[in-house]
């Protein structure tokens, strides 16, 4: 079983819908969490952090299910510069190197 | 944020040559980096563990003669690909932690683009 795993879709979808992306991760001891997000040749950069609280920014709500080893993003109202590969990444411990997903692409069209 | 960067950006090389790529953390102090490679369409996959001052841990199929890591300061690691192969072109990212900052924060690297012909 993958350490990190995600659909690598791609969800082709219309400016204004919402959309959700799933990852479940293997290491239930893992700390922390995060999305990332990825444009086409470039560097991953951080999007946004996920607890089990749940995390808000605008329109991308992020939710963390330990029991179920299940991370979420929801994007909402999307725009056409939401198009970009979504990682879904997982720290075992602090101060270690980062464990990525491949991706799940997203197409924004107008 | 802290900065870190890589250089070259991109690089073109010919089979059998050597490739030194820069990882420099601009405004902040890494004891550790780390060393990525992200094949088209794959996950970033760790290569290795980079420590200032002392030997890097490399991943599992990693080999540490044909990967050099070097982290002689406390801003800059280097990771030579020697003897490049075409099987070596990749896109290579490496990250910083700041030890002033949170521990599970890392700072990207904006990648260097290896192409060996």
Redesign the interface.
């Known amino acids: 079983r993958k350490e990190v795993e995600q659909d690598p879709g791609p969800f082709n979808v219309p400016e204004g819908a919402t959309v959700a992306f799933n990852c479940t991760y293997s290491n239930s001891a893992s700390q922390s969490f995060f999305w990332y997000r990825q444009d086409c040749r470039k560097e991953p950069k951080l999007l946004m952090s996920v607890y089990s609280s749940g995390n808000e920014d605008g329109r991308f709500t992020a939710q963390l299910n330990r029991a179920s080893q299940y991370i979420s993003l929801l994007i909402r109202d999307s725009k056409l510069s939401d198009s970009a590969t979504y990682l879904c990444v997982v720290n075992p411990q602090a101060g270690t190197a980062l464990i990525f997903g491949k991706g799940t692409t997203l197409s924004v069209s107008s | 944020g802290a900065v870190v960067s890589q250089h070259p950006s991109w690089v073109i090389c010919k089979s059998g040559t050597s490739v030194k790529i820069e990882c420099r953390s601009l405004d902040f102090q890494a004891t550790?980096m780390?060393w990525?490679r992200q094949f088209p369409?794959?996950?970033?996959?760790?290569m290795a563990?980079s420590n200032e001052g002392s030997k890097a841990t490399y991943e599992q199929g990693v080999e540490k003669d044909k990967f050099l890591i070097n982290h002689a300061s406390l801003t800059l690691s280097t990771l030579t690909v020697t003897s490049a192969h075409p099987e070596d072109s990749s896109?290579y990212?490496c990250?910083a932690?700041d030890p002033s900052g949170?521990?599970?924060t890392?700072y990207?690297?904006?990648?260097t683009?290896l192409t060996v012909l």
């Open positions: 550790t780390f990525y369409k794959q996950s970033l996959m760790l563990t896109f990212i990250s932690l949170r521990a599970d890392q990207f690297g904006p990648g683009r």
